[in-house]
């Protein structure tokens, strides 16, 4: 039996607390997500970004216990709406993913069935999840939400191939909508769209949002974006959470140095006119043997000498918005621990 949480209150959808995930490969362990906590609220949209190979999509992965071996969940909880998701069993765990949590993928030909038609794929999709629906009512049901996300009702009789990439991608979310998730998890989803097309699923994932009241965790290495759309941003780097708070707080006062050296990077965000694209120094490390302590330490101009020896606590700087860095938990530091700056 499923095991209720009594804290689940307070519009948290989703906790993940502590969750690492571990790849096992020739030459090791890779530790892909190391001790990630963060919560998803109810109605929510929010940007998870980081570098390529920092953990974000296999923490999307690991939320839904969709790690495929070698990897696998090594530790941790996720409870979603009070439920302890790592007791279901493969029948609940089916039920989760359709019903409750939803995935568009970057490439939605890799999810679709070349040789099926469009309202094929949606039925299949209720049907599988709701055996007592019939066929016309699965139609009934398709052809609203086509509707409802601008691809007209003939396009429904078409397959994959017949379809623009932006119009597969709004097939994907009428996928994962068709069911009324409550979560929906979108892993790059709009990275192969041209601009226009982006802005437009964008728009259209906002208006959802806002009308059905479902969540979405917005995977993308697109800072950029995320200031667009989201509420609220959580920032990985090299598998652990480096930073969390509200857009606004986030890009206003980033807190931990990979998160202001990241905003610098990237042109239109916090630059000023006269202001130079700063490129951070070093490169992202290898997580076979990834550095002891804060991840971030070998790159960062900040770097104490606890930072090599130590992982920071993640701390709640108030209002919720979170760090994970010694700068700011210096109470908190090994008494025997120096601060003075290593010289880089
Ligand atoms: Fe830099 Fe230390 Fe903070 Fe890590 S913990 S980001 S190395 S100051």
Known sequence: MTQKHTENTNGTLV???????TYKTRLGDVSAVDGVSFDIRRGEILGLVGESGC???????????????PGYISSGQIVFDGEDVMTYDEQRLRDFRGRRV???????MTSLNPVQRIDQHVVEAIQVHEAETSLH???????ALAERLGIRAERLNNYPHQ???????????????????ELVVADEATTSLDVIVEANLLDQLRELRDELGVSILMITHNIALVAELADRIAVMYAGHMAEIGSVYEVFDEPLHPYT???LRSVPNIRLDDDEELYKMPGEPPNLTHPPSGCRFHPRCPHA???????QPPLLDTGGGHLVQCWLYAKHQMPADAPEREVSR
């Open 260 to 262: 202001q050296g990241l």
């Open 163 to 181: 379809l623009s990439g932006g119009m597969r991608q709004r097939v994907m979310i009428s996928l994962g909508l068709v069911l009324s998730a």
């Open 102 to 108: 939803s995935m568009i993928f970057q490439d939605p």
């Open 55 to 69: 953990g974000k999509s296999t923490m999307g992965r690991a939320l839904m216990r969709m790690i495929s071996p």
């Open 304 to 310: 104490m000498a606890v930072c090599s020896r130590e």
């Open 137 to 143: 009512k699965a139609l009934e049901r398709a052809k």
């Open 15 to 21: 906790s993940l607390r502590d969750l690492s995930v």
